[in-house]
């Protein structure tokens, strides 16, 4: 078993930075895929920001230019950097983590809230 343990969310103004750190422990075999979705109230989970094993990252559109992610594969890390923060960028950020040829695994949320 895989467990996710995320920090770093919190209160910021518009145009402020956060950044999210997740760290993986456990049964660790081999990661694949490490990733940060997100929720706002009454919306569908999506996906902010998705980084593979080859670091190759791809990024929702509307984070494109202003999130980073990043991870320290030594660590079994995952970063997301987020830049010139918007309110609509508010929402519980999770942690995804998929290794290969066993599960996938979900941190416990780490709220983030863009407010004047």
């Known amino acids: 078993q895989v467990q996710l343990v995320e920090s770093g969310g919190g209160l910021v103004q518009p145009g402020g930075s956060l950044r999210l750190s997740c760290a993986a422990s456990g049964n660790i075999f081999s990661i694949n895929v490490m990733a940060w979705y997100r929720q706002a109230p009454g919306k569908q989970r999506e996906l902010v920001a998705a980084?593979?094993?080859?670091?190759?990252?791809r990024y929702v559109d509307s984070v494109k230019g202003r999130f980073t992610i990043s991870r320290d594969n030594a660590q079994n890390t995952v970063y997301l950097q987020m830049n010139s923060l918007k309110p609509e960028d508010t929402a519980v950020y999770y942690c995804?983590?998929?290794?290969?040829?066993?599960?996938?695994?979900w941190g416990q949320g780490t709220q983030v809230t863009v407010s004047s």
């Open positions: 980084m593979n094993s080859g670091d190759s990252a």
């Open positions: 995804y983590v998929l290794e290969n040829g066993r599960g996938d695994y």
